[in-house]
């Protein structure tokens, strides 16, 4: 995971009207303005549907539930993306003193939350994709 700032322009772009129009308030202050949903809120904090998590805001499939674990941080936590290139990684130095690695959407930009490293799970990688509920949508599997 290299943490950089991007460069070139995402598949899915649109104006912050466009964005206003597709998403509603919560979603549009997470998704476009990076803010976080409060903890233990979210739809997807405890769910254990099987599926795939998808970006709300335009659809790529980003994380399947197979990598999804009870962390108890408030938050949905995965221990991986689907792909390496379904999301991006960025330094993130909002807080003075505590700098964090940002997880966007590869595809629209969209902030989804944060990724840590380290802090004692017991997941394939050590790594806690805590990403907000608000900034996906899940598609159950199908039987």
Not at 52 to 71: D, I, M, P, Q
Not at 80 to 100: F, K, W
Not at 107 to 124: D, I, N, Q, R
Request: negative net charge; aromatic residues 10%; proline residues 6%.
């Amino acid at each position: 995971m290299d943490a950089s700032h991007r460069t070139e322009p995402y598949a899915v772009t649109l104006t912050d009207t466009a964005w206003r129009e597709r998403l509603n308030a919560a979603e549009f202050h997470v998704l476009r303005e990076a803010g976080t949903e409060r903890p233990f809120t979210g739809e997807y904090t405890d769910t254990t549907t099987e599926g795939v998590y998808a970006c709300r805001a335009c659809g790529a499939e980003l994380f399947r539930s197979e990598t999804k674990f009870a962390s108890q941080c408030g938050w949905p936590s995965f221990y991986a993306p689907l792909a390496e290139g379904r999301v991006e990684y960025l330094r993130d130095h909002s807080i003075p003193g505590r700098p964090r690695v940002e997880v966007r959407c590869a595809s629209c930009g969209s902030h989804l939350g944060h990724v840590f490293e380290g802090e004692g799970y017991a997941t394939p990688t050590d790594q806690r994709y805590c990403i907000n509920s608000v900034s996906l949508t899940l598609e159950p599997t199908r039987d």
